[in-house]
């Protein structure tokens, strides 16, 4: 069966080289540009000995970056993270590892001491707590001079940090008062928020409250500010938990908002020393149409505005089921929070069948003051100063009914992106001024193997700008922090900190690239000729640039006027360079100004350029490389290169014992001997491709019949499952696949690695050491190649379009069911 399926991706590999590229335009959700790491101009950091560098605080006042790694604090220049400024050492002793593994947990992993908590107390202290071989504990650390130094006076941090490094949790400093969210005793059962420092208080240890939690982010909205009825700041809380108010086979997981109010101090007797404001609702992020939820969050980013109703919560989010990675980004109003929490009705638990709980909506009459309101204007009227004074029923209703019967449903009640092949770990919002003075929200998203998406967030759509890879080997991002006065992204993993900027402006070539990039920090300057940095130039008015459709007719015609001149050869085949500076992008080519068919046995379109067999006195004549690229729905073309080639003079031709690659122009010559024989020196490695595909011409229709047998017969015989969409035609299913594997091949062509000098081989056997589950087929491959994403097979489709139909979900529960049986 293997040796079936490495025949038939082997096959696969090799012919979807020489089909042409055109299917693999317009995929919307693809970045349009993949930096490699080589090119990524990234500046890091790692010492010998020290890992898990995943707690990062950035201090603007001080022009450090603090970051927690294991058993080791470093204070790294801002402006430059290869530059460490000072370094403090806080290890476990033996002592207590020798304890900690009697526990029963690994001396060499578990025993260490991770920095969890890095928050700025005031300007020269710092607060500051890691796990220390299970038995978390804070300290004090001060800066003084840019040194950072522990002040070794260790307290036991039950509650404030996690025991187990692996888990997950949640903190913030405000107002000198410290909030975490995480595991309260050592075998992680127990979940707190807890409130510490000054005034401390904690959640009711009861499932209704939080039951089997993941803590992602907490996070403060000064409510307080510019409010008519003397409302209090708020501490909002994210985090999954396992649903208390659905019935399933299985756990269902559900995303959550929580939030307490600042300036409560619990209850008198009811609820003493515990939140009086404690409620969560649901997040969603799906839509009625995609019966695909996605449901359990995983990071979240607050984005402040100047007036805090306005503010925007951007989370992303991925499935509980299924193998596949898939990701979506939401985005949740400020106004339909305060909505549920301040308006919304609340659930109750009933008991039915002696034993079992339902909750359902309550609607008999609710207390007043209303339960889990802050302490606020009205409360004040009616003699409530503080959460000591609330009465009993109000408390007691709101220990019985922390969760709300209403869902915080997202903006435009869908996900902003879904992203499949990816799985996004780490988001940061930046708002852009761009040209035209408008503001843009653009999004960062870190992933799980170490790439970094930039995506720009439009009303109606989102559009991915790059993808950058950020390590050598795929490590996930853990940490993802923005400085937007420096205009510096920082990311912190297990083996290191990266420091990226938010944009390179000089990577986009020209005024074409730069204006349908939609980038808003860049914008090409038509007096320099140059796409700059908008924040460095002050006159806008030289500045093209389109954010909203990529439109580039404002740039400077003629940009590419430059033809290369080309001697025929007769009898050899020759071949026309074009490099296409987008993945969105497609090449035409044009003979005399009439488009050559890509089905034109005389040509062979690669992803390169243009292979012409057998040239002749037939062949003189202008050939135009014409880039395609579909921006925001509309297709915009461009000559990007223009060759002419004409017959020199009569008489013998020498013929050139070596290639002709020529750097500056991007032209090479393939020269061929009668015999047909290829010399292959110093070649890209696209012609080698084009070595293979001599000595394969003939074998190619074999090939071709072959593999078209094969995946009928596969089909037919159910070994190569229907990727996505299980009970649709085959038709559509190779069609998805190839376009695919398509997308595949043009970004492996991409990576011009020199040492790959056989990779189709080379990727085919990967392959199929992969093994093909159900759900995959066609991601282990995307997976495996680093390219991260399924084309969409409608050309117009957007990122937020839903992918899957109620159908999947329900292959996706039979296949778990089987599974499980
Ligand atoms: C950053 O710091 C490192 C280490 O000190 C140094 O080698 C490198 O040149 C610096 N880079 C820049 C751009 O200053
Ligand atoms: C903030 O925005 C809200 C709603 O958009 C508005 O009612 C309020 O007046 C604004 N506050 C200020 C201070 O502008
Ligand atoms: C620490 O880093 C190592 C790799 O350096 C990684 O395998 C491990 O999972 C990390 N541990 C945590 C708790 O992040």
Same mark, same amino acid.
């Given at each position: #069966?293997?040796?079936?399926?490495?025949?038939?991706?082997?096959?696969?590999?090799?012919?979807?080289?020489?089909?042409?590229?055109?299917?693999?335009?317009?995929?919307?959700?693809?970045?349009?540009?993949?930096?490699?790491?080589?090119?990524?101009?990234?500046?890091?950091?790692?010492?010998?000995?020290?890992?898990?560098?995943?707690?990062?605080?950035?201090?603007?006042?001080?022009?450090?970056?603090?970051?927690?790694?294991?058993?080791?604090?470093?204070?790294?220049?801002?402006?430059?993270?290869?530059?460490?400024?000072?370094?403090?050492?806080?290890?476990?002793? +033996?002592?207590?590892?020798?304890?900690?593994?009697?526990?029963?947990?690994?001396?060499?992993?578990?025993?260490?001491?991770?920095?969890?908590?890095?928050?700025?107390?005031?300007?020269?202290?710092?607060?500051?707590?890691?796990?220390?071989?299970?038995?978390?504990?804070?300290?004090?650390?001060?800066?003084?001079?840019?040194?950072?130094?522990?002040?070794?006076?260790?307290?036991?941090?039950?509650? /404030?940090?996690?025991?187990?490094?692996?888990?997950?949790?949640?903190?913030?400093?405000?107002?000198?008062?410290?909030?975490?969210?995480?595991?309260?005793?050592?075998?992680?059962?127990? *979940?707190?928020?807890?409130?510490?420092?000054?005034?401390?208080?904690?959640?009711?240890?009861?499932?209704? $409250?939080?039951?089997?939690?993941?803590?992602?982010?907490?996070? !403060?909205?000064?409510?307080?500010?510019?409010?008519?009825?003397?409302?209090? +700041?708020?501490?909002?809380?994210?985090?999954?938990?396992?649903?208390?108010?659905?019935?399933?086979?299985?756990?269902?997981?559900?995303?959550?908002?929580?939030?307490?109010?600042?300036?409560?101090?619990?209850?008198?007797?009811?609820?003493?020393?515990?939140?009086?404001?404690?409620?969560?609702?649901?997040?969603?992020?799906?839509?009625?149409?995609?019966?695909?939820?996605?449901?359990?969050?995983?990071?979240?980013?607050?984005?402040?505005?100047?007036? $805090?109703?306005?503010?925007?919560?951007?989370?992303?989010?991925?499935?509980?089921?299924?193998?596949?990675?898939?990701?979506?980004?939401?985005?949740?109003?400020?106004?339909?929070?305060?909505?549920?929490?301040?308006?919304?009705?609340? /659930?109750?638990? !009933?008991?039915?069948?002696?034993?079992?709980?339902? $909750?359902?909506?309550?609607?008999?009459?609710?207390?007043?003051?209303?339960?889990?309101?802050?302490?606020?204007?009205?409360?004040?009227?009616?003699?409530? #100063?503080?959460?000591?004074?609330?009465?009993?029923?109000?408390?007691?209703?709101?220990?019985?009914?922390?969760? #709300?019967?209403?869902?915080?449903?997202?903006? %435009?009640?869908?996900?902003?992106?879904?992203?499949?092949?990816?799985?996004?770990?780490?988001?940061?919002?930046?708002?852009?001024?761009?040209?035209?003075?408008?503001?843009?929200?653009?999004?960062?998203?870190?992933?799980?193997?170490?790439?970094?998406?930039?995506?720009?967030?439009?009303?109606?759509?989102?559009?991915?700008?790059?993808?950058?890879?950020?390590?050598?080997?795929?490590?996930?991002?853990?940490?993802?922090?923005?400085?937007?006065?420096?205009?510096?992204?920082?990311?912190?993993?297990?083996?290191?900190?990266?420091?990226?900027?938010?944009?390179?402006?000089?990577?986009?070539?020209?005024?074409?690239?730069?204006?349908?990039?939609?980038?808003?920090?860049?914008?090409?300057?038509?007096?320099?000729?140059?796409?700059?940095?908008?924040?460095?130039?002050?006159?806008?008015?030289?500045?093209?640039? %389109?954010?909203? =459709?990529?439109? *580039?007719?404002?740039?400077?015609?003629?940009?590419?006027?430059?033809?290369?001149?080309?001697?025929?050869?007769?009898? %050899?085949?020759?071949?026309?360079?074009?490099?296409?500076?987008?993945?969105?992008?497609?090449?035409?080519?044009?003979?005399?100004?009439?488009?050559?068919?890509?089905?034109?046995?005389?040509?062979?379109?690669?992803?390169?350029?243009?292979?012409?067999?057998?040239?002749?006195?037939?062949?003189?004549?202008?050939?135009?490389?014409?880039?395609?690229?579909?921006?925001?729905?509309? *297709?915009?073309?461009?000559?990007?290169?223009?060759?002419?080639?004409?017959?020199?003079?009569?008489?013998?031709?020498?013929? *050139?014992?070596?290639?002709?690659?020529?750097?500056?122009?991007?032209?090479?010559?393939?020269?061929?001997?009668?015999?047909?024989?290829?010399?292959?020196?110093?070649?890209?490695?696209?012609?080698?491709?084009?070595?293979?595909?001599?000595?394969?011409?003939?074998?190619?229709?074999?090939?071709?019949?072959?593999?078209?047998?094969?995946?009928?017969? %596969?089909?037919?015989?159910?070994?190569?499952?229907?990727?996505?969409?299980?009970?649709?035609?085959? +038709?559509?299913?190779?069609?998805?696949?190839?376009?695919?594997?398509?997308?595949?091949?043009?970004?492996?062509?991409?990576?011009?690695?020199?040492?790959?000098?056989?990779?189709?081989?080379?990727?085919?056997?990967?392959?199929?050491?992969?093994?093909?589950?159900?759900?995959?087929?066609?991601?282990?491959?995307?997976?495996?190649?680093?390219? =991260?994403?399924?084309?969409?097979?409608?050309?117009?489709?957007?990122?937020?379009?839903?992918?899957?139909?109620?159908?999947?979900?329900?292959?996706?529960?039979?296949?778990?069911?089987?599974?499980?049986?």
């Amino acid at each position: #069966m293997y040796l079936l399926k490495a025949v038939v991706f082997l096959v696969y590999n090799l012919l979807i080289r020489f089909l042409p590229h055109s299917q693999a335009s317009s995929l919307d959700c693809t970045p349009r540009k993949t930096v490699n790491y080589e090119d990524a101009n990234l500046k890091t950091f790692t010492k010998q000995g020290i890992s898990n560098y995943s707690t990062l605080l950035l201090s603007e006042e001080h022009s450090l970056l603090f970051v927690g790694a294991r058993d080791a604090i470093f204070a790294l220049n801002i402006d430059n993270v290869s530059e460490s400024v000072s370094q403090e050492t806080w290890a476990v002793p +033996d002592k207590k590892k020798n304890e900690c593994m009697y526990k029963g947990k690994s001396r060499e992993t578990d025993c260490r001491n991770y920095i969890r908590i890095l928050h700025r107390l005031t300007e020269t202290r710092m607060y500051i707590c890691g796990t220390n071989a299970f038995q978390p504990t804070c300290d004090y650390m001060v800066i003084n001079n840019r040194k950072i130094q522990l002040e070794k006076s260790p307290e036991e941090a039950k509650g /404030k940090c996690p025991f187990d490094p692996t888990q997950r949790y949640a903190s913030i400093m405000v107002d000198g008062e410290f909030y975490s969210a995480t595991a309260n005793n050592f075998l992680g059962s127990e *979940p707190i928020l807890l409130r510490s420092l000054k005034n401390n208080l904690r959640t009711e240890y009861k499932t209704s $409250w939080l039951n089997e939690p993941n803590f992602v982010h907490l996070d !403060v909205v000064q409510e307080s500010e510019d409010t008519d009825d003397g409302d209090d +700041d708020k501490i909002y809380l994210f985090f999954s938990e396992t649903a208390v108010e659905f019935e399933f086979y299985n756990k269902l997981v559900v995303s959550r908002i929580a939030r307490v109010c600042k300036g409560d101090l619990g209850g008198q007797r009811t609820l003493q020393r515990k939140w009086t404001t404690f409620l969560k609702a649901s997040l969603m992020c799906s839509t009625p149409e995609l019966h695909f939820p996605f449901n359990i969050i995983q990071d979240v980013f607050v984005l402040r505005t100047s007036n $805090w109703s306005d503010n925007i919560f951007y989370a992303v989010f991925t499935p509980q089921w299924g193998q596949q990675d898939i990701s979506a980004v939401c985005a949740f109003s400020m106004a339909k929070i305060q909505e549920v929490f301040n308006e919304g009705k609340y /659930k109750s638990s !009933v008991t039915v069948e002696q034993s079992r709980i339902k $909750w359902v909506m309550y609607s008999g009459t609710v207390p007043v003051p209303r339960p889990g309101t802050c302490i606020n204007s009205n409360s004040r009227k009616l003699g409530f #100063m503080t959460s000591l004074d609330l009465p009993d029923r109000t408390l007691q209703f709101v220990k019985d009914h922390p969760l #709300m019967d209403d869902v915080v449903t997202p903006i %435009n009640n869908r996900p902003k992106l879904i992203k499949q092949g990816i799985k996004y770990t780490q988001i940061t919002v930046d708002r852009v001024t761009a040209a035209n003075q408008k503001e843009y929200d653009v999004i960062f998203l870190g992933t799980d193997r170490g790439y970094l998406h930039k995506a720009l967030s439009l009303e109606r759509e989102m559009f991915i700008i790059e993808e950058v890879q950020m390590f050598l080997t795929a490590e996930p991002v853990q940490s993802l922090q923005l400085s937007p006065k420096r205009g510096q992204l920082y990311i912190g993993s297990p083996s290191q900190v990266v420091q990226v900027p938010v944009a390179v402006c000089a990577q986009y070539i020209n005024c074409w690239d730069c204006v349908r990039a939609r980038d808003p920090y860049c914008a090409w300057d038509k007096t320099t000729s140059q796409c700059v940095s908008i924040s460095k130039n002050t006159n806008v008015l030289n500045l093209v640039q %389109n954010i909203e =459709n990529g439109d *580039p007719s404002e740039c400077p015609s003629h940009e590419n006027d430059k033809t290369e001149i080309r001697t025929i050869i007769p009898g %050899n085949n020759m071949v026309l360079n074009c490099y296409s500076t987008s993945n969105l992008a497609h090449m035409q080519w044009l003979l005399n100004r009439r488009l050559i068919l890509a089905e034109d046995s005389k040509y062979l379109y690669f992803n390169d350029g243009l292979l012409i067999f057998n040239v002749s006195i037939a062949d003189e004549g202008q050939y135009d490389c014409q880039s395609v690229e579909t921006v925001a729905g509309k *297709p915009f073309a461009q000559v990007t290169a223009s060759y002419l080639l004409q017959l020199s003079g009569t008489g013998q031709h020498p013929i *050139p014992t070596k290639a002709l690659p020529s750097a500056e122009s991007g032209i090479s010559i393939v020269p061929t001997s009668p015999g047909n024989t290829v010399r292959m020196a110093n070649l890209p490695m696209t012609q080698n491709y084009l070595q293979t595909e001599f000595t394969l011409k003939g074998l190619l229709v074999l090939f071709v019949m072959m593999f078209i047998f094969l995946l009928a017969w %596969n089909v037919y015989k159910g070994h190569v499952p229907m990727p996505l969409r299980p009970s649709r035609s085959e +038709d559509r299913m190779t069609r998805i696949t190839q376009t695919s594997l398509l997308n595949t091949s043009v970004q492996q062509l991409e990576e011009k690695s020199p040492l790959a000098t056989d990779p189709p081989l080379q990727d085919a056997l990967t392959v199929v050491d992969l093994p093909l589950t159900s759900l995959s087929s066609a991601s282990s491959l995307e997976k495996n190649s680093n390219n =991260n994403s399924i084309p969409l097979e409608n050309a117009n489709s957007s990122c937020a379009r839903p992918l899957f139909v109620l159908d999947d979900l329900e292959y996706i529960d039979s296949d778990q069911l089987e599974s499980k049986a």
